[in-house]
């Protein structure tokens, strides 16, 4: 049975459950577990996925639950108005959160997001209008039409409902453009913001789009939350419970939509059970549980890292290999510049930090088909070069112009829309992807469907496409054959391969390639040097910083030589090689 089968059976079957005749504790207890999940399933997006640390999720369910609570019970309203309304004001609050604390980094964001938990429970705790901490009570079960979910087995649906069609909704964001690109976010995988802003993403925009999705997954559980409960109070949203989601989180397995559910469910039935058992140990009642808790997060985050849902995982159904159309209808494709034409132009470009002048008045140009080498001593300056042609750093003087356009002062993702892609100097997959996923990070400006459109699987054709452009691309360098395989498992040779495949995907008019060669052995660099001749012989134009001198001689139509920052000549290989100053600068002999 494939996994997939496995999973629309399982929600069948949970699904039928409030039918069969099972305990109504086990109802109960399956309703906190579907709640929580909900919850959690926003921290296996934001902390798991993009790598954001929030203790604050219970605050936003929280906005759920009283903004029901107060339009029902004094206002007299509807309560899907009520859903509507949580929604609203959790969307505005998001918004204004995110953009506020987002681009705090290291232990800043997880601060932010405890002192909006601790905000928000004094808030309500002390409004006259909101009961304070007594909350508000009375309120209304949800109807629809002459049908209510009153009883616990009919809110039931609901619960369950919403938590099944928020894991099909997150399961697809993950596997999908906007979705890639969370992915490639996470610093404790690998990842950064370096190279999605390369592919042309705004990850402030996507950061930013987890934080609201996870909060306003938090705000449907706070409604269906009070509708069950038929009350409202600040104690369930307060910063205990916003640890002990981050908490299920873990344990589960913090980067997968399985263990959201394995974790809210070990918590939930392992609470109850040293609820009853600890104090008859101890001899006295107390919370001995969060102890417990305490020790078991310990081991979980030394044996088992993860979590727990790899673990289980092993015994289901191994994943299927979604088909790849290659005859799928082609991406759009970018008009490039006849042979010979003006591409790139840089003029007296200077780097300066400090009092450190890095990069000092270095002018070159490129023409389309060319392909030119930058090369010169460690410490010359090649990369930072590099970095300022491509928008990584910002120029302190001088002008770049790209297919005739001003590109210095753009950042990187403005540049990339422009026509240029580039490789890294230390590559930059995302491991825990495959191959032909991290290619599909290259045609990110070539698709245009986003969040919505993912989650409710609406960009199904456009997916088709670029995974078909994917392995086009793979073929082009050979490595179409391990197209399925994980990034992080391949040798550092074919991951360079990789990664001129995947700027390869953006149809890019100038290729700017850094230190390809660096760190691969002999038959690599061979293998390297056929797919860039390759390329040469197909008239794309390319940029190349490379140690190697023998692979740079033969590979380019001309090569400019930086010495301390400053332009030390520009010919041809065989200009270069026979020129004094060059092999002065290289081996320290007098010219």
């Known amino acids: 049975m494939k996994r997939s089968h496995l999973?629309?059976?399982?929600?069948?079957?949970?699904?039928?459950?409030?039918?069969?005749?099972v305990p109504d504790f086990w109802i109960t207890q399956l309703n906190y577990i579907g709640l929580f999940s909900l919850v959690v399933l926003g921290l296996v997006l934001l902390t798991g996925v993009g790598g954001l640390t929030s203790f604050g999720q219970a605050a936003f369910a929280g906005v759920g639950a009283y903004a029901t609570a107060y339009l029902t019970t004094v206002l007299g309203?509807?309560?899907?108005?009520?859903?509507?309304?949580?929604?609203?004001?959790?969307?505005?609050?998001?918004l204004v959160i995110g953009a506020l604390t987002l681009r705090m980094s290291g232990h800043y964001l997880p601060l932010a997001t405890i002192c909006w938990c601790l905000a928000l429970y004094y808030l309500v705790g002390n409004l006259d209008a909101l009961g304070k901490y007594d909350g508000?009570?009375?309120?209304?079960?949800?109807?629809?039409?002459?049908?209510?979910?009153q009883s616990e087995r009919r809110i039931y649906l609901l619960i369950w409902l919403a938590a099944l069609l928020a894991a099909l909704g997150v399961t697809r964001l993950l596997d999908s453009r906007p979705g890639r690109i969370m992915r490639a976010l996470n610093t404790n995988r690998g990842g950064g913001s370096t190279m999605p802003e390369a592919m042309g993403a705004s990850t402030f925009r996507y950061k930013l789009v987890m934080f609201v999705v996870a909060a306003l997954l938090a705000s449907v559980s706070g409604w269906l939350y009070a509708h069950m409960q038929r009350s409202v109070n600040p104690s369930p949203f307060g910063i205990k419970f916003g640890i002990e989601y981050l908490f299920m989180a873990v344990l589960g397995g913090i980067g997968t939509v399985g263990g959201a559910f394995a974790g809210a469910?070990?918590?939930?039935?392992?609470?109850?059970q040293l609820q009853a058992w600890l104090p008859v140990i101890f001899g006295g009642s107390g919370n001995y549980e969060i102890i417990v808790f305490g020790v078991v997060l310990v081991l979980v985050l030394r044996f088992a890292p993860d979590g727990l849902w790899p673990l289980i995982a092993r015994w289901l159904p191994a994943r299927g290999r979604r088909a790849v159309d290659e005859n799928a209808p082609r991406l759009s494709a970018r008009s490039h510049p006849e042979g010979g034409a003006a591409l790139l132009d840089v003029r007296r470009i200077r780097k300066q930090f400090g009092g450190l002048v890095a990069v000092n008045d270095i002018s070159f140009a490129i023409r389309a088909g060319d392909i030119v080498g930058l090369i010169g001593p460690n410490g010359a300056g090649k990369s930072t070069t590099f970095n300022l042609v491509s928008g990584v750093l910002p120029l302190t003087a001088g002008e770049v112009k790209l297919l005739g356009q001003r590109v210095d002062g753009r950042g990187s993702r403005d540049i990339a829309r422009a026509g240029l892609s580039r490789t890294f100097q230390h590559v930059k997959l995302v491991p825990d992807m495959t191959v032909l996923e991290n290619v599909a990070l290259g045609c990110y400006l070539r698709t245009r469907s986003g969040t919505a459109a993912a989650m409710l699987g609406l960009d199904r054709a456009e997916e088709m496409q670029a995974r078909a452009e994917a392995l086009r691309q793979l073929r082009r360098i050979g490595l179409a054959g391990q197209a399925h395989e994980l990034a992080g498992n391949l040798a550092l040779g074919p991951q360079r391969l990789v990664e001129i495949a995947r700027a390869l995907a953006s149809d890019p008019s100038l290729l700017l390639l850094d230190e390809p060669a660096a760190g691969l052995r002999h038959k690599e660099k061979e293998a390297l040097a056929e797919v860039l001749k390759q390329l040469k012989a197909e008239g794309l134009s390319l940029l190349l910083v490379e140690h190697d001198m023998d692979f740079v001689m033969k590979l380019t139509d001309r090569i400019v030589v930086m010495e301390f920052g400053r332009h030390l000549m520009e010919g041809t290989p065989a200009e270069v090689q026979a020129s004094p100053a060059v092999r002065a600068a290289y081996l320290g002999a007098d010219e």
Do not use: H, Q, R, Y
């Open 265 to 272: 469910a070990l918590v939930k039935l392992a609470e109850d």
């Open 7 to 21: 999973a629309a059976a399982a929600a069948v079957l949970l699904l039928a459950l409030p039918f069969a005749p």
């Open 136 to 149: 508000l009570l009375g309120l209304p079960a949800v109807t629809l039409g002459d049908f209510s979910f």
């Open 77 to 94: 309203l509807s309560p899907w108005l009520g859903l509507v309304a949580g929604l609203g004001i959790t969307l505005v609050l998001a």
